[in-house]
C-alpha cells in the first residue's frame, strides 16, 4: 500500500539546522512530484517547498527561500528538506505530499508529519 513516511523533527535551537526526510513506497515515486508542506498550531496548513519528479526544478515558499533546500533521490525512493536558518515560526508540523496528474485530474498522497520545534 501507499506510504509516505517523514522523520527526522525535532528540537532546535534558533539558527541551527534540521534535515527531514521522506520515504515513499507503494507507488511509482519517480512519476511524482514531491512538496513539503507545514502547519503550525492555529493555522492552515501551508505550501513550503515543492520539486518535479526528476528534480530538475524546485520552487519554493517566500518565507524559507534561501534558508530551505529540498531535494530527491529516485532511487532511494525518498525527499528531503534541509532546514538551515531555523526561526521560531518555522516551528510546524511537516508534511511530505505527492502529486500525480493525470488526464482524469490529480492523484495526491500524503505523510502523517513530523514536528519540528525551534526554540531556545
Known amino acids: 500500500q501507499v506510504q509516505l513516511v517523514e522523520s527526522g523533527g525535532g528540537l532546535a535551537q534558533p539558527g541551527g539546522s534540521l534535515r527531514l526526510s521522506c520515504a515513499a513506497s507503494?507507488?511509482?515515486?519517480?512519476?511524482?512530484?514531491m512538496s513539503w508542506y507545514r502547519q503550525a498550531p492555529g493555522k492552515e496548513r501551508e505550501l513550503v517547498a515543492v520539486?518535479?519528479?526528476?528534480?530538475?526544478?524546485?520552487r519554493y515558499a517566500d518565507s524559507v527561500k534561501g534558508r530551505f533546500t529540498i531535494s530527491r533521490d529516485n532511487v532511494k525512493n525518498s525527499v528531503y528538506l534541509q532546514l538551515n536558518s531555523l526561526k521560531p515560526e518555522d516551528t510546524a508540523v511537516y508534511y511530505c505530499?505527492?502529486?500525480?496528474?493525470?488526464?482524469?485530474?490529480?492523484?495526491?498522497?500524503w505523510g502523517q508529519g513530523t514536528q519540528v520545534t525551534v526554540s531556545s
Open positions: 520539486i518535479t519528479s526528476a528534480g530538475g526544478n524546485t
Open positions: 505530499k505527492a502529486r500525480l496528474l493525470t488526464v482524469q485530474g490529480t492523484q495526491d498522497y
Open positions: 507503494g507507488f511509482t515515486f519517480s512519476n511524482y512530484a
